[in-house]
């Protein structure tokens, strides 16, 4: 079982930042900062709140003066990469609001190690246009951290970050970064292009079938991009989207009724199901095919989930065995009643089937 993120802040944890931060500053009460931490509340703070707690004390404990405290934390940061490093971004998020010039230029320093992404948004929030001219800057650094976090910062629907709820209205301030990062050459930066697109997709599908027209068949890495960025459109059937993508209508598309292998499955098992597609007439068609799920909610209304299954060209019949796990995950509980299961068809919702999910005891 993999161990909770909140849980790699542990008591060494805590003692090697100290240690690091000492050999930096020697005035730190190294001791004293670990039993701040390491309170009698610290056990029942969860990942964020534990985040919060470091940074907070760090504050406590290092100069007053913002220039100093943030010359002792740079160097320390290298040693504490990955996502539980965002505690030094944070830290400049938290106590760097009124020193522009210095937040700004720590926060570029910072990325490399643990994304700024989250810490940049407060200064987007209150200074929008002169933060995005740093970033259309940040868009043709040399590192490509530096070039994501261009991109990954100004998303106006980041998962778990502030919305950015001016962008979400009007995102023109965000394409030009977009423009520079479409052809980079790090994959890791083309997939923040894609995902912003996706954010805008969302409020503006316009602003995202316009760019695409535009993008489309300029090469291989461009147009995965897109195919990334409108993920949801074509999920949701977007005519426009699809025809994109050489993705039609059903015209010499059929396909069999949809078989399930039985109409009543329990929680923490698979549903099993089969169907085939046919293209008439010997023609090859570029075909998208979906599954979708009406999940039962606790108060027994549904939600709608589609699920990719395949995209290809199809020359006469294809036939499609697929199982889904209804164990519970993180992101889904499943809840016991009436479900329902259709196939998608480049976009088009075929005739639904129900079945029934019972509890496992």
Not at 140 to 155: D, F, I, M, P, T
Not at 247 to 252: I, M
Not at 253 to 277: A, D, M, R, V
Request: charged share 25%.
């Amino acid at each position: 079982m993999a161990i909770p993120l909140k849980d790699y802040y542990d008591q060494n944890y805590i003692q090697n930042l100290a240690n690091k931060v000492k050999s930096e500053y020697n005035d730190f009460k190294e001791k004293n900062f670990v039993k701040a931490v390491l309170s009698s509340e610290w056990k029942n703070l969860e990942l964020k709140e534990r985040m919060h707690k470091i940074t907070s004390s760090l504050h406590d404990f290092l100069p007053k003066d913002f220039q100093k405290a943030i010359e002792i934390l740079i160097p320390v940061a290298p040693h504490f990469g990955g996502y539980h490093g965002i505690l030094f971004p944070l830290y400049i998020e938290l106590y760097g609001q009124e020193h522009w010039a210095l937040s700004i230029d720590a926060l570029e320093k910072l990325t490399p190690f643990s994304s700024s992404e989250f810490a940049v948004r407060p200064f987007l929030q209150k200074h929008p246009e002169e933060m995005m001219k740093v970033m259309l800057k940040w868009s043709k650094h040399k590192n490509e951290h530096v070039r994501r976090l261009a991109s990954e910062g100004c998303r106006p629907r980041l998962p778990w970050g502030m919305a950015l709820y001016n962008f979400k209205k009007d995102p023109s301030l965000i394409l030009p970064i977009l423009e520079n990062l479409k052809n980079d050459p790090s994959e890791y930066v083309r997939r923040s292009v894609a995902n912003n697109l996706n954010d805008i997709s969302k409020d503006n599908p316009d602003v995202l079938l316009k760019i695409a027209s535009k993008w489309h068949g300029i090469n291989s890495n461009t147009d995965r991009l897109l195919k990334h960025a409108m993920r949801s459109m074509l999920k949701k059937g977007n005519p426009k989207a699809l025809k994109i993508f050489g993705l039609g209508n059903l015209e010499n598309i059929s396909n069999s009724p949809l078989k399930i292998e039985s109409s009543k499955i329990k929680q923490g098992t698979q549903l099993h199901f089969s169907f085939t597609i046919e293209i008439k007439n010997q023609e090859s068609k570029m075909v998208r095919v979906e599954y979708v799920l009406y999940f039962c909610k606790k108060n027994d209304t549904h939600t709608r989930k589609v699920f990719k299954l395949a995209e290809s060209y199809v020359n006469g019949k294809k036939h499609f065995q697929k199982k889904h796990s209804f164990a519970d995950l993180s992101t889904r509980k499943h809840h016991p009643g009436l479900h329902y299961l259709a196939l998608q068809i480049n976009g088009i919702e075929q005739k639904k089937i129900q079945f029934h999910l019972l509890p496992n005891h």
